[in-house]
């Protein structure tokens, strides 16, 4: 049987328990680390991939890489409004081939291979410090052919980098681009078992940090001196009402006490 104790201690076991079950269920899941399935990515393997175009008259639109063609090898985004990005075979090897009609003018153009499972590899040399086991050699953007754009971007690492992965790369053009561009730019692939993932920034929680103020200083305000012309009362002989209060209470105070001499 229960008693009144028993009962209490049964309600703040169930208490405990069921925060820590909530607490359990709000815990965040260990995240695995990305894996590499190799270094050879093809266009295909990039399908998913976000790709930007910024037009230099303002706007911009973005669609998502998928793969095409008979051989699995091929992917790339069309869009509508007149330009293509498209990758054929073996990124290390292979160019990419950016086309753009002349009707456009497009200021930047935006590769993240986050949603295609793929990041950058950047750095050439294996045997670099900056090398990250498992994705081998990689290659940094190149020009093969076309308007080199004036400025170019790796940004968005991911968790295992050591320097060489990325997610996104972008490319831009001060005064617009359009044609045709074929570049070199190396990709590989997250498994689907551990994929991509990217480092979250840390978002610092806000720190007041209290500060020795200088003593605050105290200026005179020094006005200008303002003459104003006082109207001064001309002297009068009558008395002031306190005083002439004062004088009747003495003469009613004197006039009580003879009457009390009188009645005495
Ligand atoms: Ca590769
Ligand atoms: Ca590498």
Redesign the pocket.
């Known amino acids: 049987m229960f008693n009144a104790t028993s009962l209490k201690q049964f309600a703040v076991i169930s208490s405990i328990a069921s925060s820590v079950a909530a607490s359990a269920l709000l815990a965040p899941a260990a995240l695995a680390e990305t894996v590499l399935t190799g ?3 093809t266009g295909a393997d990039m399908a998913g991939a976000s790709i930007t175009a910024s037009f230099l008259d303002g706007g911009s639109e973005t669609l998502t890489w998928s793969a095409f063609g008979s051989d699995g090898n091929e992917g790339g985004v069309f869009s509508d409004l007149g330009w293509s990005l498209t990758q054929k075979r ?3 090897s292979y160019p990419w081939l950016f086309s753009v009609g002349n009707s456009l003018s497009i200021e930047t153009l935006t590769i993240d291979l986050f949603g295609g499972n793929s990041v950058f ?1 950047t750095i050439l040399d294996s045997q670099s410090a900056q090398n990250t086991d498992g ?2 050699q ?1 290659k940094p953007f190149a020009v093969k052919n076309g308007l080199a754009p004036e400025s170019v971007e790796y940004s968005t690492p991911i968790d295992i980098s050591q320097g060489d992965l990325f997610s996104t790369l972008t490319l831009g053009w001060e005064n617009g681009f359009s044609g045709v561009l074929e570049f070199v730019a ?3 692939s997250g498994t689907e078992a551990n994929p991509v993932v990217i480092v979250e920034p840390v978002i610092a929680e806000p720190v007041v940090v209290e500060q020795d103020l200088p003593p605050v200083i105290l200026v005179p305000i020094v006005n200008e001196v303002v003459e104003i012309a006082i109207d001064t009362p001309a002297a009068t002989s009558v008395p002031e009402p306190g005083t002439l209060l004062g004088l009747l209470a003495i003469a009613g105070l004197g006039r009580k006490v003879a009457q009390r001499r009188q009645a005495g």
């Open positions: 270094y050879v990515t073996d990124s290390f590899d994705s081998k990689g190396d990709t590989d």
